[in-house]
T-cell receptor
Framework: DADVTQTPRNRITKTGKRIMLECSQTKGHDRMYWYRQDPGLGLRLIYYSFDVKDINKGEISDGYSVSRQAQAKFSLSLESAIPNQTALYFC????????????FGEGSRLTVL | GDSVTQMEGPVTLSEEAFLTINCTYTATGYPSLFWYVQYPGEGLQLLLKATKADDKGSNKGFEATYRKETTSFHLEKGSVQVSDSAVYFCALRINQAGTALIFGKGTTLSVSS
């Protein structure tokens, strides 16, 4: 079983719909992240959380919100999806100490029509 | 701000050719540097890392040396295989509290037999 699990893996939705992407981890890490990947743009950080009570905006947080329900769970919401939010979304975790190495889930592909 | 610049791809090579993917960085502090690899349909996984100047990271025949004087962390492999076909991301993390990884845009490598 994957250490970092993302659901759903694929989702097609319509403009204006609310979407939630969920992430759970069994690695026992305190830190969790949401990135989006777009062709030619690499990975860009949306939100990150260093513990259950800590939420931080990343480079591209507009149009997104997050919830850290527990140490192991970090969900990303699109309140009103728009087509330019079509992308591949990755959840990642890391230890509090150490070099900051990230451990990634397998990604959630979202298409907004 | 802090950033990573990678050579643009795609890079197309024949099996057993020598590979170099250039990566340079801009950072306000002293970062840790990483190379991640993304195989088709998968999430990113750490390939190698270096935490201080002159360190050499290595894994699976890939190497990269942290060069502070040229602010570079170029990825090399002496003899590529078809199975090395993937997207490669250079990333940095400033070694201070409250920071996340910053990624380059990725370089696609395609190796043919």
């Amino acid at each position: 079983d994957a250490d970092v699990t993302q659901t759903p893996r694929n989702r097609i939705t319509k403009t204006g719909k609310r979407i939630m992407l969920e992430c759970s981890q069994t690695k026992g890490h305190d830190r969790m992240y949401w990135y989006r990947q777009d062709p030619g743009l690499g990975l860009r950080l949306i939100y990150y959380s260093f513990d259950v009570k800590d939420i931080n905006k990343g480079e591209i947080s507009d149009g997104y919100s997050v919830s850290r329900q527990a140490q192991a769970k970090f969900s990303l919401s699109l309140e009103s999806a728009i087509p330019n939010q079509t992308a591949l979304y990755f959840c990642a975790t890391s230890r509090t100490s150490g070099t900051g190495e990230l451990f990634f889930g397998e990604g959630s592909r979202l298409t907004v029509l | 701000g802090d950033s990573v610049t990678q050579m643009e791809g795609p890079v197309t090579l024949s099996e057993e050719a020598f590979l170099t993917i250039n990566c340079t960085y801009t950072a306000t502090g002293y970062p840790s540097l990483f190379w991640y690899v993304q195989y088709p349909g998968e999430g990113l996984q750490l390939l190698l890392k270096a935490t201080k100047a002159d360190d050499k990271g290595s894994n699976k025949g890939f190497e990269a040396t942290y060069r502070k004087e040229t602010t570079s962390f170029h990825l090399e492999k002496g003899s590529v295989q078809v199975s090395d076909s993937a997207v490669y991301f250079c990333a940095l993390r400033i070694n201070q509290a409250g920071t996340a990884l910053i990624f380059g845009k990725g370089t696609t490598l395609s190796v043919s037999s």
